[in-house]
């Protein structure tokens, strides 16, 4: 039994992971003089003694604090529950939108508008350019674990980048082939975070690359290809050198934006800086981008507590304590697209997969079947 904390009550599970549950939580004063809660708010708790990815995860949150396209975290609490055990409680933005992939799976098409498509791609960067800014990269940029908050006028919504569970600091990685452990979920892995267990700044961008692919097809990069499990994602992007594919149907802006993102090697693809300058989001509304900072800044947004759809979805909370070592680049110096590191044999492949497509730590959440409640009284 979990139980409220002094200055909040615990509402409606609202979604389960790993390393701990995701609950609604109301304010018992929000906005007081006592108490620096928002009126609603989901709180993600743990056993104290399992709750170090959540502890992780909350120091790298904070680092990000007052950027309006990375979900908030408003502090951390102990609390007990009814057997006397402590129990660990980070509070967070609730993101009553749901989940970029919840959007795409119901939009009943064979995805989203590209107008529609832009706009998150311009939130998606921002936060993407504010994390590497601070010197971090995500390691698990998938429509999962981007959610959907309100905007300031309360006529739409902003993608805000969530679940830092596998986030670390940028330039300290190195290549280490062979090695089995793999942060992130596989259809987004760039190349060189499969063939040489680096990721750096320009991994993130390789995953937004796929998101964006993802919002305009409806289907993940690598799902042209029937029956394919996560090793056979990892040998196509570490042994074959395949890149997604990018149909037709998409403007010419679209495209060329996609291919400066999915670029095999690192150095030649475009930054987060770049990309907010390209043309595919050009005529977008700068002036909604600086409200958006300016209400993060100030306070919190208005949230209506009627009829509420409690559809956000818990993160994976994974977080590999692997030391992290530093990013060395053996790239060839004439421009040409050849992989001198190469080699993705299938044995290591077996390697790193024990068993059908859950081969990574953000893999977890594509097995994983959350349960959404509107019903649950508080206290659960």
């Not at 064979?110 to 993407?128: A, F, H, N, R, W």
């Not at 892995?189 to 390789?206: C, F, G, M, T």
């Not at 492949?349 to 977890?364: L, P, V, W």
């Amino acid at each position: 039994m979990w139980n409220h904390g002094g200055k909040w009550l615990r509402g409606p599970l609202i979604g389960k992971g790993s390393f701990g549950s995701v609950f609604l939580a109301t304010s018992k004063k929000p906005r007081s003089q006592v108490s620096f809660f928002p009126p609603i708010m989901a709180v993600k708790s743990a056993e104290f003694s399992a709750s170090g990815s959540i502890q992780k995860e909350k120091e790298i949150l904070d680092k990000f604090q007052g950027c309006p396209y990375v979900i908030q975290s408003y502090g951390e609490e102990v609390t007990t529950n009814s057997k006397g055990e402590m129990v660990y409680n980070m509070f967070l933005e609730y993101a009553s939108g749901g989940t970029l992939a919840d959007h795409i799976k119901n939009s009943g098409g064979p995805g989203l508008d590209e107008s529609v498509v832009k706009k998150y791609t311009k939130s998606i960067l921002e936060g993407i350019h504010h994390i590497h800014e601070c010197g971090y990269v995500h390691c698990d940029l998938k429509p999962e674990n981007i959610l959907l908050v309100p905007s300031s006028n309360g006529t739409d919504f902003v993608a805000k980048i969530g679940d830092f569970g596998l986030a670390k600091r940028g330039r300290q990685s190195q290549c280490r082939r062979l090695d089995p452990s793999l942060r992130g979920t596989c259809v987004y892995l760039a190349p060189e975070a499969v063939i040489d267990n680096v990721q750096e700044p320009p991994s993130d961008i390789w995953a937004l690359g796929c998101v964006v692919l993802e919002m305009l097809t409806g289907k993940h990069p690598w799902d042209t290809k029937p029956d394919l499990n996560g090793e056979d994602i990892l040998r196509l992007i570490g042994d074959k050198f395949e890149l997604p594919k990018i149909p037709n149907g998409i403007s010419k802006e679209g495209k060329e934006f996609l291919k400066g993102c999915l670029v095999r090697k690192p150095m030649y693809r475009l930054t987060a800086e770049m990309l907010l300058d390209h043309t595919f989001l050009a005529g977008l509304d700068d002036k909604a981008d600086q409200n958006e900072w300016k209400r993060d800044s100030s306070g919190f947004s208005t949230i209506e507590t009627e009829n509420l759809s409690f559809s956000l979805v818990c993160d994976d909370w994974e977080y590999s304590s692997e030391e992290e070592i530093f990013f060395s680049d053996d790239e060839d110096d004439d421009g040409e697209e050849v992989e001198s590191s190469g080699e993705f044999t299938v044995e290591k492949g077996q390697e790193r997969s024990k068993s059908s497509f859950a081969t990574c730590d953000g893999d977890r959440a594509l097995m994983r079947t959350l349960t959404q409640v509107s019903t649950v009284p508080a206290g659960v």
